[in-house]
């Protein structure tokens, strides 16, 4: 007999592989980072069942260009502090045997991913250190242009990566640092398949074919990704998943697209769930970010407003009729093979 889906998610690895929670907590002063996390967002993280946790390193426009690289470090130590002071529950992950031991003792895998990475421009040599530092995903470019590529924003110019973007994907190879597509402009993102040898991730991409959105994958690339035995990680950001009116059912569709034509081996959750990051970072008089690089309102699923909600994930795929061992591998399984393959053993 089968479990119930609760049953099944409370079991599963559930691998979040895009969350901004880092940039709510870091805004705070330094002397309440550790407890704010404990208090805010741990709990919301156990009630979705998370056991793997990307924590992107975002870097608002405030701190561009001039405070990049500063407010890049001061998020890493950030990291550093909450895991710290709440080892009990959590550890941040350098390599596969780190998370394979977290997992095994009921903590929270977090793992340190640059977005864009804006504090290192065109000196590349500085992932390096950022890599020492516990860096282990990273992107290079958001919605507009960077010294390494152009971001989706920006795909009207058909720009690939610029002759440094090509060095920093074979630097980012040789330390072991998994590459991420999501953000990257259209072309950049054929040129990246064209030079990678080592397996690609995006973390919060949905498929283009279901909602033409310049932020989303076609189903071109989305082959290519799966084709270098890389995970395309669904977004649920609903102007993503839908014109208007997203639903928890435009998620399932997305994943169940992309398994359609890459595999379920392909798959996993990239939530991005910003409702919150947004609501206490930014000043309700501000223009938000993503309405004026997206051209579109903020709305959110409802009930998916933050990691609480994943548990429904699994509800619905159990609801479609989807084997266990498939939505087991969609929760997590495919992320964590993807981290145990490409980080390595201490």
């Not at 919605?143 to 060095?167: C, I, K, P, Q």
């Not at 259209?186 to 919060?204: K, Q």
Request: glycine residues 8%; aromatic residues 6%.
């Amino acid at each position: 007999m089968s479990m119930s889906w609760r049953d099944l998610h409370s079991t599963a690895v559930v691998a979040d592989a895009h969350n901004d929670l880092l940039c709510a907590v870091v805004a705070r002063p330094t002397t309440e980072w550790s407890d704010y996390f404990r208090r805010e967002w741990l709990p919301q993280l156990r009630a979705g069942g998370v056991t793997l946790q990307v924590l992107p390193v975002f870097i608002d426009e405030t701190f561009q260009p001039e405070g990049a690289l500063r407010q890049t470090i001061r998020m890493i130590e950030c990291a550093r502090q909450i895991t710290a002071d709440n080892a009990d529950d959590v550890t941040l992950c350098l390599t596969a045997t780190d998370i394979d031991e977290a997992l095994s003792v009921g903590r929270i895998a977090l793992v340190l991913a640059l977005e864009s990475a804006p504090g290192v421009g065109e000196d590349i040599e500085l992932f390096r250190i950022l890599h020492t530092l516990g860096v282990r995903i990273v992107s290079i470019a958001h919605f507009g242009r960077t010294a390494l590529a152009d971001g989706s924003g920006e795909d009207a110019t058909g720009s690939s990566l610029t002759s440094v973007g090509v060095e920093a994907v074979a630097l980012l190879e040789e330390l072991g640092v998994l590459f991420d597509v999501s953000h990257l402009g259209a072309a950049g993102v054929s040129h990246v398949l064209n030079i990678a040898t080592r397996p690609l991730i995006a973390t919060h991409s949905s498929a283009r074919a279901l909602r033409d959105h310049h932020r989303n994958l076609t189903d071109e690339h989305i082959l290519g990704i799966a084709g270098t035995g890389g995970v395309v990680c669904v977004n649920f950001f609903a102007p993503f998943l839908a014109a208007d009116g997203a639903t928890l059912d435009h998620v399932v569709d997305h994943i169940e697209h992309i398994v359609a034509l890459a595999g379920v081996r392909a798959v996993g959750l990239g939530p991005d769930f910003v409702k919150q990051v947004l609501a206490e970072t930014q000043p309700a008089w501000c223009e938000h970010a993503p309405v004026r690089l997206l051209g579109t309102s903020l709305t959110y699923l409802e009930g998916l407003e933050g990691p609480a909600g994943l548990p429904l994930v699994t509800e619905r795929l159990v609801a479609r009729g989807w084997a266990e061992d498939d939505i087991r591998a969609v929760l997590g399984g495919n992320v964590l093979r993807l981290f145990r393959d490409h980080f390595g053993p201490a």
